[in-house]
Nanobody, 132 residues
């Protein structure tokens, strides 16, 4: 059974760092894309944004512009975990962060991929709050 469980959220001050973890079961980090997606407070999940992704079929990880050079996604094959290192956090980074997979070999790079609607799996989310 495919399952993703996030952890590591919390409350921090602007400029600080956090590392989110995504524990994967039912598949490995080498099988499918793993993406971090965030939902801002007061918005529907569908109004959120993909911010980082790693996939075995891509040469490099992908990052959305708002987090480029501040966030870093990595995979630990031995532990079957994916991490999101978030540095220099800003109040606008406040959101619930989800780990998800389309069960695809490549990342969507922020593009809407309706073909994967039935295969996409989500974690339960972890809340990150950044105060100024």
């Amino acid at each position: 059974q495919v399952r993703l469980v996030e952890s590591g959220g919390g409350k921090v001050q602007a400029g600080e760092s956090l590392r989110l973890s995504c524990e994967i079961s039912g598949f490995t980090t080498e099988d499918y894309n793993i993406e971090w997606y965030r939902q801002a407070p007061g918005k529907e999940r569908a109004e959120g944004e993909a911010i980082a992704c790693t996939a075995i079929g891509d040469d490099d990880p992908w990052y959305a512009a708002p987090v480029l050079y501040r966030f870093h996604i990595s995979r630990d094959k031995a532990k079957n975990m994916v991490y999101l290192q978030m540095n220099n956090l800003k109040p606008e980074d406040t959101a619930t962060y989800y780990c998800r997979t389309d069960r695809a070999r490549t990342c969507g790079k922020g593009q809407f991929r309706p073909a994967y609607a039935t295969t996409r799996k989500w974690g339960q989310g972890t809340l990150v709050t950044v105060s100024s």
